[in-house]
Each structure stands twice: as structure tokens, then as C-alpha cells.
């Protein structure tokens, strides 16, 4: 199981705007997609070019941000599920955010709380398939003890509910087949920054 999210203590649509001026300041300007325009292989985009989200409806405090990256073994900024860059972001601009991620069958788990801009929690976790306990208060269940403290409803909701008629299938990724659209349901953003000369 392979799981990276992003919540915030705000409201979808302040979130899809701070994502959006994040975004700006790095030369990234909203584009349109369409099922024809939308990457169907994982190699095909480049995440300095391209930027794709789905944000969820707000449940309880908060609203999921899962980022769909594509990615190969080329150089690139970052190797995780979730831009920290963007949790800070969202922490200066809309509110209270999370991340966290988990590469379960590598025994990896990583969560962080940010709050104005800074990180004022966080915590990582690897074992070995051997190593791992069933005692609740062992150190890799930590996570699960933030979800339930801090109200997740629903830890994996951005992510299993991949909407939209702007959604292409994706290799082997499940999506739903109805289109879910506006912030009474789930937004999903495009991002684009256009190649450099040469590039």
C-alpha cells in the first residue's frame, strides 16, 4: 500500500486558491484538461511541466488534498507522495495542514503538522517485515493514534474517489465512472508551466 495526503483545516475552495497562488509564484498557470489532453502512462509527464490535484469536500475540519504525481527515475525536486513545500504553503495561506505518507510494504510511515508556515509536529517510521508488532503502542502505529486525535473521518477519501469527466484511465489506478464536479463534491486542478527554450 502506497498512501501520501495533504489536509487542511479550510475550506475547498480557500485551498484550491492557495494551491493556485503556490503554484503561480513557481511559474505554474491553471490549464484546462480534458480526457484527450489527460496523461495515460505514468513517464509521460514531468512535474516541472505539470500538475495535477483532486481536492475533496470538506469533512469535519478537513479538506484532502491528493496530488496524482507521475514520475520516472529522472531527476527531479522531490521523492515522496507530498510536496512539503505546498503543506507549508497551506499552512501560511488557508490553515492548519497535515501530511503524511505511507510506503507500507517498505515499513515506511512519515507525518508532519504545520501551523502558520512552520512545522510544529512530526515523525518517521521504518521497519523491517520482521520487526513488525501488533502492540498498539508500538512506534509505527503512531499515525493511526494522530488519526484518530485529530478526527481524519476518512484518511484515504481524496484518493479513493478520483472524480471526473477530466480524468483519463491511468494504468492500473481505479477511478470512478461518475463525473463529480464543484466544491459540493471534489475539484480537480491542472497545472501547467510551459518548457523552457531548449528544455
Given at each position: 500500500?502506497?498512501?501520501?495526503?495533504?489536509?487542511?483545516?479550510a475550506?475547498?475552495?480557500a485551498?484550491?486558491?492557495?494551491i493556485?497562488?503556490?503554484l503561480?509564484?513557481?511559474?505554474?498557470?491553471r490549464a484546462?484538461?480534458?480526457?484527450?489532453?489527460?496523461?495515460?502512462?505514468?513517464?509521460?509527464?514531468?512535474?516541472?511541466?505539470?500538475?495535477?490535484y483532486?481536492?475533496s469536500?470538506r469533512?469535519?475540519?478537513?479538506?484532502g488534498?491528493f496530488?496524482?504525481?507521475?514520475?520516472?527515475?529522472?531527476?527531479r525536486?522531490?521523492?515522496?507522495?507530498t510536496d512539503?513545500?505546498?503543506?507549508?504553503s497551506l499552512s501560511?495561506?488557508?490553515?492548519?495542514a497535515?501530511?503524511?505518507?505511507?510506503?507500507?510494504?517498505a515499513?515506511?510511515?512519515?507525518?508532519?503538522?504545520?501551523v502558520?508556515g512552520r512545522?510544529?509536529?512530526?515523525?518517521?517510521?521504518?521497519?523491517?517485515p520482521?520487526?513488525?508488532?501488533?502492540?498498539?503502542?508500538?512506534?509505527?502505529?503512531?499515525?493511526?493514534r494522530i488519526?484518530?486525535?485529530?478526527?481524519?473521518?476518512?484518511?484515504?477519501?481524496a484518493?479513493e474517489h478520483?472524480?471526473g469527466?477530466?480524468?483519463?484511465?491511468?494504468?492500473n489506478?481505479?477511478?470512478?465512472?461518475?463525473?463529480?464536479?464543484?466544491?459540493?463534491g471534489?475539484?480537480?486542478?491542472?497545472?501547467?508551466?510551459?518548457?523552457?527554450?531548449?528544455?
Amino acid at each position: 500500500m502506497g498512501f501520501g495526503h495533504l489536509y487542511v483545516d479550510a475550506d475547498p475552495a480557500a485551498v484550491a486558491a492557495a494551491i493556485e497562488r503556490h503554484l503561480a509564484a513557481r511559474g505554474f498557470a491553471r490549464a484546462v484538461m480534458t480526457p484527450a489532453r489527460h496523461p495515460r502512462r505514468m513517464k509521460e509527464v514531468r512535474e516541472d511541466r505539470i500538475r495535477l490535484y483532486w481536492i475533496s469536500p470538506r469533512v469535519g475540519r478537513w479538506t484532502g488534498v491528493f496530488e496524482f504525481r507521475y514520475y520516472s527515475n529522472e531527476a527531479r525536486e522531490r521523492w515522496g507522495y507530498t510536496d512539503e513545500a505546498l503543506a507549508l504553503s497551506l499552512s501560511k495561506d488557508a490553515g492548519e495542514a497535515w501530511r503524511m505518507e505511507i510506503l507500507d510494504g517498505a515499513g515506511f510511515w512519515l507525518w508532519a503538522r504545520y501551523v502558520g508556515g512552520r512545522e510544529v509536529e512530526g515523525g518517521a517510521y521504518q521497519d523491517a517485515p520482521g520487526e513488525r508488532s501488533a502492540d498498539p503502542a508500538h512506534p509505527r502505529y503512531a499515525l493511526n493514534r494522530i488519526i484518530e486525535r485529530e478526527g481524519f473521518r476518512n484518511v484515504g477519501l481524496a484518493y479513493e474517489h478520483i472524480p471526473g469527466p477530466c480524468v483519463a484511465p491511468i494504468e492500473n489506478v481505479p477511478q470512478g465512472a461518475g463525473g463529480i464536479e464543484g466544491y459540493e463534491g471534489f475539484a480537480h486542478l491542472a497545472f501547467e508551466r510551459p518548457a523552457a527554450e531548449g528544455a
